[in-house]
């Protein structure tokens, strides 16, 4: 199993930048891709971002291409989304999760973390 927690969500105005960290326990965090979703309120969860366990592979939600970019540091067991000219419809809880397979991350994850806020002014 891995446990994950995030952090890094914040209020930000239209055009900034955020910088998400997921930290994960466990020793097999290299074995897992990584992904995040995000979920504003009353809509339906999003995939947003999804690596590789070995960080070569990633995948972006077209909303997303170009803006915003996942990595992560298997070496401290983290990883991460730097958000880019961020705009009002990307407020969001945004989760981070862990799944078996890359396929799989890009629809859902098998391990969650609570989510972090993340609100964007006009």
């Known amino acids: 199993q891995v446990q994950l927690v995030e952090s890094g969500g914040g209020l930000v105005q239209a055009g900034g930048s955020l910088r998400l960290s997921c930290a994960a326990s466990?020793?097999?965090?290299?074995?897992?891709?990584m992904g995040w979703f995000r979920q504003a309120p009353g809509k339906e969860r999003e995939f947003v971002a999804a690596?590789?366990?070995?960080?070569?592979?990633?995948y972006y939600a077209d909303s997303v291409k170009g803006r915003f970019t996942i990595s992560r540091d298997n070496a401290k067991n983290t990883v991460y989304l730097q958000m880019n000219s961020l705009k009002p419809e990307d407020t969001a809880n945004y989760y981070c999760?862990?799944?078996?397979?890359?396929?799989?991350?890009?629809?859902?994850?098998?391990?969650w973390g609570q989510g972090t806020q993340v609100t964007v002014s006009s």
């Open positions: 690596i590789s366990w070995s960080g070569i592979s990633t």
């Open positions: 999760a862990a799944g078996h397979t890359i396929v799989r991350i890009t629809t859902n994850g098998d391990y």
């Open positions: 466990g020793r097999t965090f290299s074995s897992y891709a």
